[in-house]
């Protein structure tokens, strides 16, 4: 799996470095073409180019010595200054060299290991970042000297000691990432903190985070229903201005997301689930699509400069029905006896763990009294009281198509538990399932009920009082009719 982000790694680096090389090409043809300018000014009234601008009769008709002279006057003046040209000619060299260089760089240089001591780390980076800055600062002065806008006296102590942390957003895009590799398996408490004590620096780092194992290490007096351990999910939460993508890598659209991670003009974290080792790509392909399913591994995307609010920063949109607890799936298979039967149920971690090679000694057949057997939706929301003799199972079809129940351990009833509050947590976060929102949407719902209702009400009385009205003057008018009809009287009269 290192060679596919290494690959998204290069790929992004020989797109900056084409971009740099171009940058830096635009800005050595605008300074030699100033130079060229330069030359014409100087040169074009000596009296050799005067008698060629001027035809076979200048020699004859004119004094071209005098008038080189008279004309060389006023030229004089707009010629470049000795300071400046020296400098613009240095810029040039300056330039290629740096056009050369950034060319024969290889990307392994800018990669190093979580491994490492975190100094090390910080060293490296900060050297990666710092020979960019001078390709940024070089650009910088050449725009500079082709306004003519440069000004020893200001800009040489401004770009004295010119670093990384000078540059702007823009430039920070296209400067090639420093890449740290981390493998997160199990117990990942002491890497998340060195992490975090990397990101806290500030540079434009990104931390690869490889995962192939889906288990979590906890304490066996963990309580299930609190979370026992930090998740690298909830990284956004301590650290607002990191980015931070988390996606599977057989999930469609992987380059696309991997190239705005590593060109975001921050500190990132790209946390990927890859394949274990000798898994066959088919093999994972179907356990990364359960994993994802069964909230065991959340896909998310957090872009601190996507928008002002936090919430509108994360995106869950990656996730299957990302507006409900859990994906669900339609067991079919046959029961004791042998009739057809299907069974829809939540597929939850406890679903995939049982699937799943890497937890098969925690998923046991049920004992043989099975009246204290609960399935692990319902365990979940028991609390600690109820949850006492009770053993949570999870249904799966049978080598033999018939559907079955099997016990899951505590470990994975923990992490189940774990998973959902973590996908809670992310739904919230994300505004999909906010509380507050939700309490105010049912408050207002039933305002509007009651309203709505009370109109009815009201419409209804007036209709009842408009039909009574209306059946009166329909009475007294057939009454009349029939008065003037025995009577002989006039109608109006009546």
């Known amino acids: 799996m290192k060679e596919q982000i290494r690959q998204a790694v290069e790929d992004v680096w020989r797109h900056h470095c084409a971009a740099l090389e171009e940058a830096l090409d635009e800005s050595i043809s605008e300074l030699k073409n100033l130079l060229r300018l330069d030359d014409y000014q100087r040169h074009r009234h000596e009296p050799d180019r005067l008698e060629r601008a001027l035809g076979p009769l200048a020699a004859t008709n004119v004094d071209l010595g005098s008038l080189s002279r008279v004309l060389g006057e006023s030229a004089h003046s707009r010629a470049i200054a000795p300071e400046r040209l020296k400098r613009v000619q240095a810029l040039i060299r300056t330039l290629g060299e740096m056009k050369d260089t950034w ?7 800018a990669s190093v290991e979580l491994e490492r001591k975190e100094d090390e780390i910080r060293e490296l980076a900060e050297q990666h970042l710092n020979r960019l800055a001078q390709v940024f600062r070089t650009l910088r002065i050449a725009q500079l000297e082709l306004r003519a806008k440069y000004e020893s006296e200001t800009h040489d102590a401004v770009f004295a000691d010119f670093t990384w942390r000078q540059l702007g957003p823009g430039e920070l895009r296209l400067c090639p990432a420093f890449l740290v590799m981390a493998r997160l398996d199990r117990d990942s408490g002491a890497q998340l903190r060195k992490m975090m004590s990397l990101l806290e620096s500030r540079m434009p780092i990104k931390i690869a985070v490889l995962r192939s194992s889906l288990r979590d290490v906890h304490s066996s007096t963990s309580d299930i229903g609190v979370p026992p351990t930090m998740s690298i999910e909830t990284l956004p939460l301590a650290m607002r ?4 993508l988390q996606v599977c890598a057989a999930a469609p659209n992987l380059e696309k997301h ?3 991670a590593l060109t975001a003009p921050r500190p990132g974290v790209i946390s990927l689930l890859c394949r274990r080792d000798g898994e066959e790509q088919a093999a994972f392909q179907s ?3 359960r994993a994802v399913r069964a909230r065991a591994f959340p896909m998310c ?3 601190p400069d996507r928008a002002d609010r936090f919430v509108m920063c994360f995106d869950l949109s990656s996730n299957p029905s990302p507006d409900t607890l859990w994906t669900t799936e339609t067991l079919s298979g046959h029961d004791a006896e042998g009739q057809p039967i299907e069974v829809e149920q939540a597929f939850t971690f406890a679903h995939f763990a049982a699937s799943d090679t890497e937890f098969a000694a925690e998923v046991t057949d049920p004992p043989a009294t099975a009246d204290h057997l609960i399935p692990m939706t319902d365990y979940l929301g028991f609390s600690r009281l109820q949850r006492i003799g009770k053993l949570p199972f999870v249904s799966l079809v049978g080598n033999d198509g018939s559907i079955v129940r099997k016990v899951v351990s505590p470990a994975i009833a923990l992490q189940c538990s774990d998973r959902l509050h973590l996908w809670r ?3 919230e976060i994300s505004g999909i399932d906010n509380p507050y929102v939700n309490t105010t949407r049912t408050t207002l719902q039933k305002e509007c ?6 109109q009815i009400k009201s419409l ?4 009842e009082k408009e039909a009574a009205r209306r059946e009166q003057v329909a009475v007294a008018s057939a009454v009349r009719r029939l008065v003037a009809h025995l009577t002989g009287i006039d109608p109006p009269q009546i």
């Open 241 to 244: 201005g990191v980015y931070f």
């Open 449 to 454: 009920a009651a309203e709505q209702e009370a």
């Open 425 to 427: 947590t992310l739904q």
């Open 258 to 260: 991997l190239f705005e």
């Open 460 to 463: 209804q009385q007036d209709m």
């Open 287 to 289: 356990r990364a699509d």
């Open 103 to 109: 060319s024969t760089i290889p990307p392994d240089l």
């Open 301 to 303: 995307v957090y872009d």
